[in-house]
Structure formats: C-alpha cells, structure tokens
C-alpha cells in the first residue's frame, strides 16, 4: 500500500518499504513506504493550504462530508477488521468491535461538533448595553495524530475526528509497523470528501519520523499515544514552538482488592480485561493486583484457573480466545521481562511460554512493593503479577508508589471503603468494584504524573483542538 500525501497515493522519495508481517504467521501480507524528510516537507506545505481551505468550508458542508465517511467507515468495517487483524494479530472478533467503536465514536463527535455554542459577556458596568463580548470557537491550523500499534482504528478516531470537526488539517501518522489499517481508513476519508490537502498520511519509522512531523513551525498541535519516554521527547521538540500538545502515555495501573470482595468475579474480569482482551496490550489495564492476604491465596488460585480457560491460536479463527502479539519482537519483550520478575524473586505460577509472537496468560506470585514491576515496570503483555497488603494504607501507598497514573481500581464489598480509597488513588480514572480498564468516549480520559497531559473524550477534545476567540462590540 501507499500513503497519501496532497490526495495522492505516493511511495517514499527513496524507493523504501517497510514490510507489514503477520505475526500469527510470519508472512509478509503487503509493504507500505518508509517515509523520507522530504515526504514529511512536502505533507506539511500540503497540511498549511489544507488548514485554511478545510477552516474556511461551512460546518453543515463538513459535516455532510464527515457524516458521509461515517457511513464509509460502517461499510467497511469487515474489510477493515480484517486487515487490523492480520497486520496486528488482534482477535478476529475484537477487531470487529473496534472498528464499530470507531464508527460510534466518530459519529458522537460530528454530533458534538454541531452543538458548540459560544458565551455571551454583557457589561457589567453599563446602564444600558454598554460593551459586549461574545465567543467563537476557531481551529488551531495543523493536527499531527501520532497513532499506537494496539488500537489502531480506535485512538485515531479519537484523535482526528475532532481534529477534523473543529476545522483543523490532519496529518496521520501510524505506528511504524502497523500501518495498513489507517491507509485504508485514510482512503475512506478522502473517499468521502475529505480534500487530500486536509487528511493525510504517511509512513514509517518513528523515531526519525515522529521528530521530522514535530520539530518544524509548520504544525499547531501534537496528539500523540504511546510510552511516555517518547512522548517526553515530542514534549520537548514541540516546547520551542509552543505546540499544543494532547499526550496520552504509559501506564501501571493498580486495582486493590479487599478481604470482602467477590474474589470469583474479580478473578473472571482481571483474566478477561488483561489477558483475553488484545493480550494485555492496553495501557489501561490492570497491570498490579493488590490483594489483602487474607485472600491473596484464595484470589490466586481463581486467577491461575480462570487464565487456565484461555485458548489461545489463529487470530482470524473465532474458536480462539485470544491472537498474538503485535510481533515476536513484543512478544520476546514480555519473556524478558517475566524473566526478571523470576530474577527478582517472583514465583512463575502459570504460563510464561512463548512461540514466536504468542505469549500464554501468565501469573506471577509473591511479588514484593520493591521490585520494578510493582513500580514503574510496565509490561505490555497477558502478565498478571500479583503483589500482597495488610492495611488500607498499605495498599494506596504501593498502588501510588510509580510514576504512572492513568487508570486504577478498587474492589470491595463496601462501597463506601470503596470510594475512600478511590479518592486517595494518584490517576486520572478510578474504577470502584472493578478492574481499571474502563473509558467511555464521552469521559475526560487521561493521566496523572508520567502518563500524560491534556484529557481525551468528546467535549475535552473538541476544546482541545480548537481555541476561544472573544469578539467585542464597543459602545452599544
């Protein structure tokens, strides 16, 4: 496949490709380009008229337009399923449902994108009208969408729609091996309307490419998913610019779970949201479990049963529970890390096998509040370390104890302990009787601390990709 630049379907000026590999199979499925700084320079001149043509079309316009692609997208959706599964080892059936995420997603934000008024200010001062104020809501120029491998269709969604409602450019860029799925997703956009000046994308590795989209004046905003390390480094190339910048990081969430929780339902969900659900790839789930050792044993024994379920196998075949990994490389990551868990004095409960991109569900016990994977370790995988707590306060200080603080849990019979401890949990969402994964596309979704800046969700990110503008009339 190729990348789109100023509504064309380009190579890279060099000739290079990437090769997009099934890591189910091994096999190459298509290639797409590598992308040179002079591919970036001439996306980013297409982005600067982009920005003003797509500002200066009526909102009903973009709108039937984007409802148009809405439309595309639902149509497609199978197609689309497909190719993320293949080109990712994502779960036939949990492909489909984030590719009809994304539709949802997409259409509540056009639907937000009609309603955003502006504020009126009458002057306080005057006996008759005097001096009014009154606000519009205006685009900020040109949107970079740095996109992660995990959730491909989805983050973009929550990236560009906005982007896109508020009037601004987009220029896409996918994560570097997994690229084909937001190809199509782009082609779907200019499809319906979208001019090839507004909706961009290219390709290729982003350690050189992510640099070349964000150090340049050519840009206004940055909105980026991925580690925090990288989203550091984006930080700081974008603060001499003084980009606006949305960054959605890293994550070690903690869920504690007390002596008078349902240890059988916690057990089903923990298995379910961190080893079933794109293998443990998400930077919400759960990736600690603080378990009052009064039950730790008995939690335990439910998790190692419950992982014990799990059949894992060919992503496209639905008899399966779970795929793969998004590529050996990952998948050897995970070992490496389980191996120092072990190393560190963690005992292997279950799993811990790899075969090339497939890594089995795995608990880990007697894990301590000092090792690394009960801090800042985050491990992008079906890992499940399980880590012991006597007292309240215990708990909140190991589960705060990292530099992270996207999601978290708490799970309790009493509610009301339930909520007490939620309050004191250093994370932009906290999950009372349930595991951390938790986000709905109306909800301000973001981090404390390391894992980010700025807040996703329909109205934090339509006012965060657009700027008040205040206009006064003098004198009334």
């Known amino acids: 496949m190729q990348m789109i630049i100023d509504g064309k379907k380009t190579d890279a000026g060099d000739g290079k490709v990437i090769h997009a590999v099934n890591p189910a199979t091994g096999k190459t499925i298509d290639t797409f380009p590598s992308v040179t700084k002079e591919d970036v320079d001439r996306c980013l001149e297409a982005a600067q008229r982009g920005k003003r043509l797509w500002a200066a079309t009526p909102i009903n316009e973009r709108n039937r337009i984007l409802y148009r692609f809405v439309d595309l997208l639902e149509q497609h959706a199978e197609e689309l399923a497909q190719l993320l599964c293949r080109e990712m080892g994502k779960h036939i059936v949990q492909s489909r449902a984030e590719v009809l995420g994304g539709v949802d997603t997409f259409r509540a934000f056009v639907e937000y994108g009609r309603f955003m008024d502006g504020e009126t200010y009458p002057d306080p001062q005057a006996s008759g009208l005097g001096d009014v104020a009154f606000t519009v809501r205006e685009p900020l120029g040109v949107v970079v969408c740095i996109v992660p491998f995990n959730f491909p269709v989805t983050t973009l969604t929550y990236k560009i729609a906005p982007a896109l409602v508020c009037g601004n450019a987009a220029i896409i860029k996918p994560a570097s091996d997994i690229s084909l ?13 979208v001019p090839g000046s507004v909706a961009q994308v290219v390709t290729g590795p982003g350690a050189t490419m992510g640099e070349y989209l964000v150090d340049t004046e050519k840009v206004d905003c940055v909105s980026f998913t991925g580690s925090t390390e990288v989203g550091v480094r984006l930080t700081q190339l974008s603060a001499k610019y003084l980009h ?12 504690i779970i007390f002596e008078d929780a349902d240890l059988a339902a916690a057990a089903k969900e923990a298995v379910m949201l961190r080893a079933k659900r794109n293998v443990g790839q998400t930077c919400m789930a759960t990736k600690r479990y ?20 799990l059949r894992m196998g060919d992503p496209q075949d639905e008899q399966y529970d779970l795929g793969c990994l998004v590529s050996e490389r990952a998948a050897q990551e995970v070992e490496d890390q389980v191996r120092h868990c072990i190393d560190q004095g963690a005992k292997l409960l279950c799993g811990g096998q790899r075969n090339g991109a497939f890594y089995t569900p795995t608990v880990l016990g007697d894990v301590t509040a000092d090792m690394d994977v009960a801090q800042n370790l985050e491990i992008f995988g079906p890992v499940l370390p399980i880590i012991g707590f006597d007292t309240e306060e215990e708990a909140v200080e190991i589960a705060n104890n990292t530099q992270f603080g996207l999601n978290g849990g708490v799970v309790s019979g009493d509610l009301k302990r339930a909520l007490r401890v939620a309050a004191q949990i250093q994370a932009g969402t906290v999950v009372a009787n349930g595991m951390s994964l938790w986000r709905r596309h109306a909800t301000p979704f973001g981090g404390y601390k390391m894992s980010g800046l700025g807040r996703e969700g329909i109205r934090s990110t339509m006012e965060e990709m657009s700027q008040p503008k205040i206009f006064v009339i003098k004198g009334i």
């Open 244 to 255: 606006h910048v949305l960054m959605e990081l890293g994550g070690n969430d903690a869920v």
């Open 181 to 193: 799925t937001l190809i199509r997703y782009t082609e779907l956009l200019l499809e319906a309307g």
């Open 290 to 309: 603080l378990v009052h050792n009064s039950v730790r044993r008995r939690f335990t024994e439910l998790l190692v049963e419950e992982a014990g379920k």
